[in-house]
């Protein structure tokens, strides 16, 4: 076994858990309407390690919508289809610095990384207009939410047309991106514009809970074959590039900080989930609505900061 007393390192799990849920911090996002109705007091942390062993506790059935937690993954799906140097000839590595939806572009006129929402609008034209050309936007929404759900290991994955509409009626901000982007030309040539947004939205209103959202985790943490179901979802070499972007870039503004206190790829969303990888060895889904001012699950990262505590998982733990 990769956790080889797993029964014992749940125990510090459950203890960390109630020690976070007393964490009262932070305010549930509120900019997309219909994700400022959920209940901040819920709180799941769910594991599935490399060779499948399994641990949850609290709400950890509960449905959530995807939102930035889709971007690492519509990342991969590039990648796999397109390799790095054709999505790398769209999209920058480094870190912004600045807020996810902030209207700016890189030196290049270049979105700066795929984890914020500039980089992740142009991923989904990439997606669009590249890989298998002659979908319909009907069957490339399929097609990904197809893939979301064999990196789940086919557990729960869901959409909720609701949150899609009530986000796609106040993102201007958004939409302005967008139109910025196609000022520079930055996408590639027949991309249109409305789709491609509609298509962003779909992906950030895909639904997971903690449980199918740890087997994603689990799956990136295993080199790209799904723990559960043993398929070779992703290559490593995508994997590799997710996850180095994940480790710079995944935390909004606290990415920084994140890699240096925790030391391991992650990635937040505004409806308060965490995709936290721990390579070869597990993956973990925390979520929690209430957020930070830098847009973080607040005890989602109490948590992860509880785990390094404990254990020797920050990557440079181990020298
Ligand atoms: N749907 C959200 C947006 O585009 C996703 C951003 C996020 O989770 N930080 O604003």
Not at 31 to 44: E, F, S, V
Not at 103 to 123: F, Q, T, W
Not at 141 to 146: C, K, L, N, V, W
Request: glycine letters at 8%.
């Amino acid at each position: 076994f990769i956790i080889p007393d797993f029964q014992n390192f749940c125990k510090y799990i459950e203890e960390f858990y109630w020690k976070c849920k007393s964490n009262t911090e932070g305010k549930v996002a509120s900019y997309i309407p219909q994700l400022a109705r959920m209940n901040p007091d819920y709180w799941g942390v769910s594991v599935c390690t490399i060779d499948g062993q399994r641990f949850s506790i609290g709400d950890v059935t509960v449905p959530f919508t995807l939102q930035s937690c889709t971007k690492p993954l519509t990342y991969g799906i590039a990648l796999e289809q397109l390799g790095q140097e054709v999505v790398h000839g769209y999209v920058g590595q480094e870190p912004s610095g600045r807020n996810f939806n902030e209207l700016v572009l890189d030196y290049n006129k270049k979105p700066h990384n795929p984890m914020i929402n500039a980089g992740a609008i142009l991923i989904c034209s990439l997606l669009k207009t590249l890989v298998k050309s002659e979908l319909t936007l009907a069957e490339k929404f399929d097609y990904t939410m197809d893939y979301f759900k064999r990196l789940a290991g086919g557990e729960y994955l869901g959409f909720n047309n609701s949150v899609f509409l009530s986000e796609r009626e106040s993102a201007d901000r958004n939409y302005a991106l967008g139109f910025y982007m196609r000022e520079n030309k930055c996408y590639p040539e027949k991309t249109n514009l409305k789709e491609c947004m509609d298509f962003y939205f779909q992906c950030c209103a895909m639904e997971a809970n903690c449980e199918s959202m740890s087997v994603m985790a689990a799956t990136l943490a295993n080199g790209g074959i799904c723990p559960i179901t043993e398929e070779k979802v992703l290559k490593p070499d995508s994997i590799r590039d997710v996850l180095s972007l994940m480790h710079s870039c995944g935390m909004y503004d606290y990415s920084g900080q994140f890699a240096f206190k925790v030391g391991l790829p992650a990635k937040s969303g505004v409806c308060g989930g965490m995709l936290v990888v721990i390579p070869n060895t597990m993956g973990i889904c925390c979520w929690s609505p209430p957020l930070d001012h830098m847009g973080n699950s607040c005890r989602g990262v109490q948590f992860c900061e509880e785990l390094v505590r404990v254990f020797n998982f920050h990557r440079y733990d181990n020298l």
